[in-house]
């Protein structure tokens, strides 16, 4: 008999979004309530995995199919406390365009329970079912303001990528069965045979799959036409929690089955990194659009989040794991600034619409800067701690190239991070706007920036809670 | 656990910002506003006064230290002065409240912001000159970033946004190498506490390259010839107390920097590198000196002679000799003193006249003659006339550049007269000569605070002029134990 309650969580969530479902056919015009009861399953989900598996020893469930650990556990509940807050401080956007309804908690969980088996599998078919999943429920939330045709866009974009990089995948996958005959990851690393050049084709395939999802470049192509085209509560959705599922299964993928094939990928990797942060520096400096230009500073931040894992250590991947949480953070505050550029239900996205902010909104401009400054990476905010475990591990390896050019692209991309602090501060203002927010709404804003600022006073916190991480 | 007097001084100013944070800022308060700030810096300088009569001059022992746990088992926040630091301290202390009284005339809108920027700031700049590890340091030393770009940017003149950023790019660019530098000393020798690493020396074959890559971010911040074209830009656009911070203090925590971590991390490399920096030097001191002379802009003028000064200081750094050394800390302290006071001068007749342009101005000798007579005091401060403080740091720094290499010491003491020049020069334009622009007989003179922060200023630059010698014994024994280090470690090896 399985140990079934270390799944439980997953469990849990899946009957919730049954009866999610059920309750809203009945109930269908009462988005509230669905979405209060969304809110405490992903409270519950998240307490159900700390209390059942943040303690317990690396387990394989179901033929090996699923492993639970720290990592795994970790990652679930940050995701599903992303998921919570993004679905919390959203509500009011959605009121405003009119699509506050049952289903956009629902598709969130769905994409959320998807996320968790990813985080889960130990098996190339589980971890292609999870992806699958978080998928599908994504690409109709980046459809989700289906009058307006950018959002349409956006999805069907989203979708026929999505779609050819699953493909992709999906080769990858066949290939490496084909090859060693399971698709189990632990069978998979036995078999090996460095020799056999399939085997880095399937490998090469799978890195150009994953490598999608979470739009490292060369393949971030959809990332900035989605981002910006999706809702702005999805977007915040698209640019933190799918990123976290993401990178867990590539430390996963990379270092459980194919540890012994590394001088393969981590070339591959390496230049995912560099590119990513070159690229994202680069790019954003010509962009109008704020959801845009957060577009390619993600796609930057995830070119940091690889370099460590390029480093192909413990404190590689601990580093990584640091930088995706302070990420989610920095994201968590910047979406939130965003979400309060509203007048006359009607909001603004364009850089120059927080022209002189500073004057009007003294305090918004203010966490605005504390968090544009952290993503720059400059001292003392959380962003530059974050850099600086990443570089840390990244120079034990004596991989300066690696480390001189992602920090040359800090510099870049402060540039452009400092050109918004410019326009909030320097230029004229222009008209006020609304002041009339949610509790979460500020909520979030004044926790995340407060937690960047002081992040300096209690820096061990966050080491302790990844240090038990412990992969290679 | 004794009192722990450093980690105070660098918090009080930024508790002071808090809480002038939460005041709120109208106009009436606006007026409060400005004496909380002038208290906690003014409460700062005492502090540090009374840290001075603590010091003990007779070792170079760090004192005062302060060792916690920060992040553990990587980092420890560790903050201890020697006779090196302790004068840094005491300038930036001093020359803060100075800035935060003389803003009364030039900063019209959102004051209590901008008191704001500057204690931190003040917090940011003790903290650089007392930290003991490589990243506390690296820490504070780009933390002051984002309040400088935000005092140029926002209250800053006409093209201040090119400034700011140009300011904040250079700055960043050079400072990311001594990042990468940091982490890999911590991987070599396993920690960043700069005890540990003075004792345990770092391995010859790295040096060189560390060594470049801590020159990259001080070269910037000094600024050093080629790389001096933000300094100009910078000075110009921001506003008077802007200027007096960046050319006071930001410029000296370069020099601290390669007197602290250069010579005495790296010695080999530093023994190495010796020409270049002479070459560097003598090209700043010659170079911008004939540009400064050829300035329409006062504070420009001001500005490359910053560069110049700064010149002498790296020069006399590399000297390694007991003299150079100490005239290097002389000089920079002189400097901070006398070019605080430069800028606050070209400050009061453009708040009066809103020009800073040289041709503006002539014969306004008679008409506001307390103002002639501090402006000229400083001037020839800054020209290094013997019984100012600026005489005795030149000559020093001389003296030790002629015992190293002679040819190096003679181009540079041309230096001196040219730098003469242009200070006579600017002197003469703008204060003798025929009254032609008769707006000018509308100015009035010094006015009170004016006044008091120029005689504040001008007090220690006589008074080390003729008496430098509390300087000297606070600095003498930490640099005479450094160079015997360096030599040690030169010998040990080489």
Not at chain 1, 217 to 239: I, K, N, R
């Amino acid at each position: 008999m399985e140990n079934l309650q270390l799944v439980l969580p997953e469990i849990f969530l899946s009957l919730s979004i049954m009866f999610l479902l059920i309750l809203g056919v009945f109930k269908n015009n009462s988005p509230r309530l669905v979405q209060n009861l969304s809110l405490a399953v992903l409270i519950i989900t998240a307490v159900i995995t700390f209390n059942e598996t943040i303690g317990i020893n690396e387990t394989k469930l179901f033929d090996n199919s699923i492993v639970i650990d720290y990592l795994s556990s970790l990652m679930k509940i940050i995701t599903l406390l992303a998921a919570f807050l993004v679905l919390i401080i959203s509500s009011n956007y959605l009121k405003t365009f009119q699509i506050f309804k049952i289903e956009y908690p629902i598709l969130i969980l769905s994409s959320v329970l998807g996320m968790m088996v990813m985080i889960n599998s130990n098996d190339l078919i589980v971890f292609y079912m999870g992806l699958e999943l978080q998928s599908l429920a994504l690409y109709v939330l980046a459809t989700f303001n289906r009058d307006q045709i950018k959002s349409s866009e956006a999805g069907l974009k989203y979708f026929v990528l999505s779609a050819l990089s699953s493909g992709l995948l999906l080769y990858g996958c066949s290939l490496i069965y084909g090859f060693t005959g399971s698709t189990n990851f632990n069978v998979i690393a036995n078999q090996l045979n460095s020799n056999e050049y399939a085997l880095t084709f399937g490998i090469v395939f799978i890195l150009v799959g994953l490598a999608f999802k979470i739009s490292a470049v060369p393949f971030h192509m959809w990332a900035p036409d989605v981002y910006e085209g999706s809702p702005t509560s999805v977007t915040l959705f698209f640019t933190m929690v799918p990123k976290i599922a993401a990178l867990t299964v590539f430390i996963r993928f990379l270092y459980v089955p194919f540890l012994n094939l590394i001088d393969q990928w981590q070339m591959i990797l390496i230049f995912l990194s560099i590119a990513s942060m070159l690229f994202g520096a680069i790019a954003a400096i010509g962009q109008t659009n704020l959801k845009r230009l957060v577009a390619y500073s993600s796609i930057g931040h995830v070119g940091y989040a690889l370099a460590g894992l390029a480093a192909a250590t413990n404190d590689g991947i601990q580093s990584s794991v640091i930088y995706i949480t302070i990420y989610v953070l920095m994201n968590l505050g910047l979406f939130s600034c965003l979400l309060m550029l509203k007048r006359n239900n009607k909001y603004f996205e364009k850089i120059d619409d927080l022209s002189g902010l500073s004057k009007n909104h003294p305090m918004l401009a203010l966490s605005l800067l504390i968090i544009l400054f952290s993503l720059a990476g400059i001292p003392p905010l959380a962003g530059f701690f974050a850099k600086f475990y990443v570089f840390k591990a990244v120079i034990e390896q004596s991989m300066y190239f690696l480390a001189i050019v992602g920090l040359l692209s800090t510099v870049v991309a402060a540039f452009y991070y400092l050109r918004i602090i410019k326009i909030m501060y320097f230029d004229e203002q222009k008209e006020k706007y609304d002041t009339d927010h949610g509790f979460w709404l500020k909520f979030s804003l004044t926790a995340s920036t407060l937690l960047i600022l002081i992040y300096f006073i209690f820096p061990s916190q966050l080491i302790e809670v990844v240090s038990r991480i412990n992969i290679i | 656990m004794n009192f722990p007097i450093l980690s105070s001084l660098i918090l009080l100013p930024s508790i002071g910002a808090l809480f002038l944070f939460f005041t709120k800022s109208d106009k009436k308060n606006n007026f409060t506003g400005k004496y909380v700030a002038l208290f906690t810096s003014a409460v700062n300088f005492f502090l540090s006064i009374y840290l001075w009569i603590l010091f003990d001059p007779t070792t170079s022992e760090f004192q005062f230290v302060e060792e916690r746990i920060w992040i553990k088992d990587i980092i420890n926040y560790k903050v201890g002065i020697d006779g090196i630091s302790i004068l840094f301290i005491l300038l930036t202390t001093f020359i803060t409240p100075l800035c935060i009284i003389s803003v009364n005339n030039s900063i019209k809108e959102r004051l209590s912001e901008f008191l704001i920027a500057v204690l931190i700031m003040e917090s940011f700049m003790i903290g650089v000159f007392c930290s003991l590890d490589l990243v506390i340091f690296y820490l504070f030393f780009e933390a002051g970033l984002i309040p400088m770009f935000l005092i140029i940017g926002i209250w800053g003149g006409a093209r201040r946004v090119y400034s700011a950023f140009k300011f904040f790019l250079y700055t960043l660019l050079g400072s990311v190498l001594m990042l990468v530098a940091i982490i890999t000393i911590y991987w070599l020798n396993g920690t960043t506490d700069v005890v540990e690493l003075y004792n345990s020396g770092i391995d010859i074959r790295y040096q060189n390259i560390l060594w470049f890559a801590f020159f990259s971010s001080f070269a910037v911040k000094t600024p050093m010839w080629p790389v001096h074209t933000w300094l100009p830009d910078a000075h110009v656009e921001a506003p008077t107390a802007g200027s007096v911070l960046l050319a006071a203090i930001l410029l000296k925590m370069a020099g601290y920097g390669f007197i602290r971590f250069s010579l005495g991390l790296f010695p080999v490399a530093s023994e190495i590198f010796t020409p270049l920096i002479y070459t560097l030097s003598v090209i700043a001191i010659i170079f911008t000196s004939f540009i400064a002379l050829m300035q329409e802009d006062m504070k420009k003028l001001i500005a490359y002679s910053s560069v110049a000064h700064m010149g002498y200081v790296t020069l006399g750094i590399f000297t390694i000799q007991q003299q150079g050394i100490e005239g290097s800390i002389i000089q920079m302290i002189s400097h901070g003193i006398v070019s605080a006071a430069l800028f606050l001068c070209v400050g009061v007749v453009y708040d009066r006249m809103h020009s800073r342009l040289i041709n503006t101005y002539g014969g306004i000798v008679t008409i506001i003659p307390k103002y002639s007579i501090l402006f000229m005091l400083f001037t020839l401060a800054a020209l290094g006339l013997p019984g100012t403080s600026g005489f005795v740091g030149e000559f020093l720094i001389l003296m030790g550049a002629f015992k190293d290499n002679f040819l190096v010491a003679v181009i540079a003491s041309l230096g001196v007269i040219i730098g003469a020049a242009y200070m006579l020069w600017l002197y003469k334009r703008v204060v003798f000569g025929k009254l032609i622009n008769t707006d000018l007989k509308q100015m009035f003179d010094l006015n009170r605070s004016e006044l008091f922060i120029l005689s504040c200023l001008a007090f220690p630059t006589l008074f080390f002029g003729f008496y430098p010698d509390p300087l000297i014994n606070t600095i003498e024994v930490s640099i005479s134990d450094l160079i015997d280090q360096y030599n040690f470690e030169l010998v040990s090896k080489t």
